[in-house]
């Protein structure tokens, strides 16, 4: 008894802890009869030096750091993956971005250009849509629900709602504000101060010889359709390639026709006046809204049309873009840089444009 006594006392001295944490062991019991053996002396001293249970604190920290340690393993792995089935893509819409330049560089005819330029945007599409179907399932937003919480916190609003609003335009609220002059800040710090751009504020009206010179007047144009019973409008390559999308999610659509939908979207920017015209036709394109008929597609101008002065003599627009005040001042920002080239240049404002269908948010607006 006296040599089970001893040891027991040793193997507590043993696994004394100074830590006040730690709670002293319960009393050991002695008996005088057979229960107490040498194998329960050794149990009872591997509890007793069995290090703590961490505080559930501790341990909810712990889990977590490894849920995210397994969590970011397995996000690099199918960072990985995507990457490897984009890089093809990317390095074609590459290579094709430096031919595109190097047929400029040379002066070659404006049909080759053209075509080059033409499978540089089949390209960027294709890019564009396999990064889209690769993006996880988990980071798609839903854009309504978001776009609904936006304007009941008044990050932004339709304008003139109290008079029924005007589609594609938005005022933008307290929160709105500060979250787009914060981030104006943040780009003029890096490209304004640190890239020492060159920056300008031009006006918004521009008189019409500017952008006839440009092209503005001629060319600045979508196509549009129109519903051939109560007027509304629509853009005609935006419907088709929706119509197309629709017809291509049905189960029964045969393959090969779904190829033939398919590339008929990647070619959409592509298509004259009469090839939409005909693709209407072929696919038997109806008004989303009332399933009626719809006209012919047909050229609008997406400028606003002003005069200047109060005679009205010097027809006017408002500026469609930006870019059109940096390269009217090209002269007077190469003096202010000294004569010397490369340069940058940068403007940050609004452009105007007569949207057919601002159905997007605050993506497309008028």
């Not at 304008?159 to 589609?167: D, H, R």
């Not at 390559?237 to 197309?244: F, M, S, Y």
């Not at 693709?279 to 597609?297: E, H, I, M, Q």
Request: proline content about 7%; charged content about 25%.
């Amino acid at each position: 008894a006296a040599a089970v006594a001893a040891a027991v006392a040793a193997a507590v001295a043993a696994a004394a802890c100074p830590a006040p944490c730690v709670r002293a062991p319960p009393p050991l019991r002695l008996s005088s009869g057979p229960g107490l053996h040498h194998h329960h002396l050794l149990h009872y001293r591997h509890q007793l030096q069995r290090p703590p249970p961490p505080p559930p604190a501790q341990a909810q920290a712990q889990a977590q750091a490894q849920a995210q340690a397994q969590a970011a393993t397995t996000m690099d792995g199918d960072t990985r993956g995507v990457e490897t089935v984009l890089a093809p893509l990317r390095q074609a819409v590459r290579e094709q971005g430096e031919l595109v330049r190097k047929l400029k560089a040379e002066s070659t005819p404006q049909v080759d250009v053209d075509r080059a330029v033409a499978e540089l945007k089949v390209r960027k599409r294709i890019l564009e849509a396999k990064e889209l179907a690769l993006q996880p399932k988990d980071d798609i937003v839903d854009r309504t629900k978001m776009e609904d919480t936006l304007k009941r916190r008044f990050f932004y609003d339709q304008a003139f709602a109290i008079y029924g609003g005007v589609s594609g335009l938005y005022d933008f609220g307290p929160v709105g504000c500060a979250l787009k002059n914060n981030t104006l800040q943040i780009w003029r710090h890096h490209f304004i101060q640190e890239e020492q751009i060159l920056e300008i504020d031009c006006t918004m009206l521009t008189p019409e010889p500017v952008l006839k010179t440009s092209g503005h007047v001629d060319k600045f144009a979508d196509y549009m359709v129109k519903d051939l019973k109560n007027g509304e409008c629509f853009r005609a390559d935006h419907l088709l390639k929706a119509h197309l999308q629709k017809l291509m999610s049905d189960k029964k659509c045969a393959v090969e026709r779904k190829a033939e939908m398919e590339d008929v979207i990647t070619q959409m920017d592509n298509y004259s006046q009469q090839e939409l015209a005909d693709l209407f036709v072929n696919y038997n394109v109806k008004s989303p809204v009332t399933g009626n008929d719809l006209s012919p597609p047909i050229s609008f101008n997406l400028m606003f049309q002003t005069s200047i002065g109060p005679g009205g003599n010097m027809p006017g627009y408002l500026r469609p873009e930006t870019a059109q005040g940096i390269f009217l001042n090209f002269k007077r920002l190469l003096e202010f840089n000294q004569g010397k080239l490369p340069f940058a240049a940068a403007q940050i404002g609004n452009s105007f444009r007569n949207e057919i269908s601002p159905r997007s948010g605050l993506i497309r607006v008028r």
